[in-house]
């Protein structure tokens, strides 16, 4: 599975766009951007992922560039229930189910 | 429905001590994993179990043994604990559909070894 690297911190104001970037330059072919969100040591949560479509549900849009090695995730008005630590991951569907998580962006959201 | 639930909540424990953590699921999902995360760090994989009667080792297996009990429950046992297994230990499940996978986490549970 392809590595990722992201921000370990963003700052964004309540009400504005949160834009969170991410980068996986190794990404293959059939591996998917999948978005995961961890807010104040609860389990992670599942947000969104794509392959190489941008991807829109309630939570977020997923941007995958076309080259597909970086994609943003976007989080359109900001609360401050949104403040958490976001992971991007990157894997296939083939062979073995297993994700592997790195540290994330932890996203403060300011009042 | 409960989703991906763990027993116990919280848990402090001597050096040398046992204890297993018990995992279960009510999404009638095959597979399930354990995770643990050190603080300020992201969750690492202990083991998965990719549907009921198989499982397998993750990045950081040491220490540890699981249990896939049936199809709901998977558990993971430190049959003698050290103080570097002090971490969040979560427990997680999905549907092997093929396609693209996501994982439900369970609220997690505290461990720390003395």
Redesign the interface.
Known sequence: DAKTTQPPSMDCAEGRAANLPCNHSTISGNEYVYWYRQIHSQGPQYIIHGLKNNETNEMASLIITEDRKSSTLILPHATLRDTAVYYCIVRGTLGTYKYIFGTGTRLKVLA | NAG?TQTPKFQVLKTGQSMTLQCAQDMNHN?M?W?RQDP??????IY?S?SEGTT?K??VPNGYNVSRLNKREFSLRLESAAPSQTS?Y?C?S?E?T???????????TRLTVL
């Open positions: 991906v597979s994993y995770y300020g760090m992201g969750l690492r994989l998965y990719a397998d993750g990045e969040v979560f997680a999905s092997w093929g396609g693209p996978v996501e994982q439900f986490f369970g609220p997690g």
